[in-house]
């Protein structure tokens, strides 16, 4: 059963813990988040601090959520995998939990710069790691689920008149354990104290002006999308969409956050931004049409003979902490698609993957790629249209699914390029 998300721990009319501040009343509360990109050096984290402060002198209580700075976290990984094959046999696996104890450290980074560039313009800020704010997550390590953020911390400093700025991408587990929330963790970490506190709007700044009908780098023809319906963001996050985590997205979706995804470095007023909420103004039920084309490289398609049973297949995914998505499975078999996007390691998950089902088979070096929109399965003409411009190109998809969310194949990684601008061509910009 997936987690509920959970704005207040505190029941109607039980006392806040001692020494809590009231809150003040009037001010709006709004949560940024700034990405990797946007604090990857000290010029930069002095930006942010100017637009943190300007959201204060607007009469706003803000929040900031961060990322690590630039590729801190790729770099940590790296580190991370060096030591695990110190040993001189093959390379290990890092132990995730260790791995969480390791990349947890670049966001601590980054809030302590923010919180002391704020407090050197002047302005009062403190900041907190993600399990000094309340971030309560389940067991798992590397890709955790937020179960429940309990913001006392951060309300009383607020109430103080403080500006919090929050490690991003982390939290504590039930067992006081120290997680991380997956790749895009500081989008969800945003999106849940925006939904725990009850704020105006959560903020999403990253270096591009909000969400496109497709990659810019790799379809030059990319619309700019300036409002969006939250379940077809969802959907394109999953699938490879990088400027709102799926996760982050699903929050919103359930709490009603309105989401602002915009430019770090555009201080234009009026600059371009996407605006997403539960419904997008013009969302019906009977609106057909696609919105966007996504890809996502570094995936595997796994495939399982008949005679593997599924609940077996579960467990061994389970046991190696892998992600899966589009599982199709029946007395002859089936297929899914495992995402790598989470996984630290997958040469050694493949290899415990094998030990413990020796029949599957695993195609390597492929990438995904969907058109997401409304009503996709409505008719089968959006589908064979679909089918036909791949093959049109002699791109042969290796797996295909359809959704009303979505119609997506799995191509040779090199085809995702050509397949994206085709497909664009052909959804998008008529």
Known sequence: MAEQPTNRVQQEGSPREPGAAP???GRPIIVQKYG????????????????????????????????????TTDGLLALARQAASAGGGAAAEPPRRELDMLLSTGERVSMALLSIAIQARGFEAISFTGSQSGILTNDRHFDARIIEVRPFRIEDELARGRIVIVAGYQGMSYRREITTLGRGGSDTTAVALAAALSAERCEIYSDVDGVYSADPRVVPD?????????????????????????????????????????????????????VVRRFAPGSTASTHSARAIVAEGNVVLARAPGGLRLDALLRAAGELGLGFRDLSFGPGGGAFVIPLLNVPDWQGAKRQLVALLPQIELDEGLASVSVVGDGLT???SPLSRFVEVLGRAGIAPRFTVASPLRLGALVDAVDAAPAQRLLHAAFVEP
């Not at 050096?41 to 637009?51: F, L, P, Q």
């Not at 409002?227 to 919103?252: H, P, T, Y």
């Open 222 to 274: 990319a619309r700019h999308l300036p409002e969006l319906d939250g379940a077809v963001l969802q959907e394109m996050a999953e699938c490879g969409a990088k400027v709102v985590c799926a996760q982050a997205v699903e929050w919103a979706r359930r709490s009603g956050v309105a989401l602002y995804a915009r430019s770090t470095f555009d201080a234009v007023p009026g600059a371009r931004e996407t």
């Open 378 to 380: 409505a008719t089968a």
């Open 23 to 25: 809150a003040r009343p």
């Open 36 to 71: 990797g990109s946007s604090v990857a050096d000290v010029d930069k984290i002095g930006k942010v601090a100017d637009r943190v402060v300007a959201a204060k002198r607007a009469g706003n209580d803000v929040v900031v959520v961060v990322s690590a700075m630039g590729k």
